[in-house]
């Protein structure tokens, strides 16, 4: 699996998916971040906070701020086909939902996890949210109908050292699979969503942090910056 770099920018924060475009949210100063943004390009170019709110949320962005107790860039954002987003941070262990016009529709103290933070969450049809517990080694699936936990892989468990996870930083979802980036092993695993097996889908030289797949490319962030994975093998 060949990586081509496109850019240093997210080595200390993340990416988010735009239409047709990567935001990046670069916390390199620790306090107040930069944003960023990169379309088939591949040319980077710098953004505003506006900017970034807009592509990442939508038009209702200054709505929804009004009910979330800070900003948007610092939330793991996930939406569902129907246009609802969900907003999480590990700071509080809640999840916010809204509808496509900014309606607050979800609060939830969730209460999965032994303890653990949630550092990423994404949405699968019709009503799951799988949620990433690094520092617990596990990824969890829970029912937004339900309110409850319907499968894990992992044990919240307090070691360092587990297999197969080792500290999953972000989850992503597509029709089909999950994908697991795994900071500790810098193994990127595969689930199916159907059958629930998990598979070993590449080992990388640099811890890897996310993990996504776009109409224009398939990207992971590593220690040194975001690359795009070229002739990636499915």
């Given amino acids: 699996m060949k990586l ?38 591949k040319i980077i170019r710098k953004v505003d906070e506006e ?77 799951f949210l799988w949620l990433a517990f690094p520092t ?3 990824v969890t699936q829970v029912s937004l109908t339900d309110k409850q936990e319907v499968f894990k892989i992992g044990e919240y468990s307090w070691e360092d050292n587990y297999e197969p996870l080792s500290y999953p930083e972000s989850v992503f979802v597509d029709e089909n699979n999950l994908y697991i980036p795994n900071m500790g092993n810098k193994k990127l695993f595969k689930l199916d969503l159907k059958t629930k097996e998990i598979n070993l889908t590449a080992t990388f030289e640099e811890k890897i942090w996310q993990y996504g797949k776009t109409e224009i490319g398939t990207f992971i962030v590593t220690d040194t910056g975001i690359y795009e994975l070229e002739n990636e093998a499915e």
């Fill in 136 to 138: 617990g080694q596990t």
């Fill in 51 to 127: 900017y970034f709110a807009k592509a990442v949320v939508g038009e209702n962005y200054k709505k929804i701020e009004e009910i979330l107790p800070e900003k948007v860039h610092n939330y793991r954002i996930t939406k569902s086909n129907n246009g609802e987003i969900y907003f999480c941070t590990f700071q509080e262990g809640i999840i916010y939902g809204f509808d496509n016009f900014g309606n607050s529709i979800l609060n939830w103290d969730i209460e999965v996890g032994e303890g653990h933070p949630i550092y990423d969450i994404k949405f699968q049809e019709p009503d």
């Fill in 4 to 41: 081509k770099k496109i850019t240093d920018k997210g080595k200390t924060g993340n990416f988010d998916i735009g239409q047709g475009e990567i935001l990046i949210c670069s916390w390199n100063n620790g306090v107040n971040p930069d944003f960023y943004a990169f379309d088939i390009s």
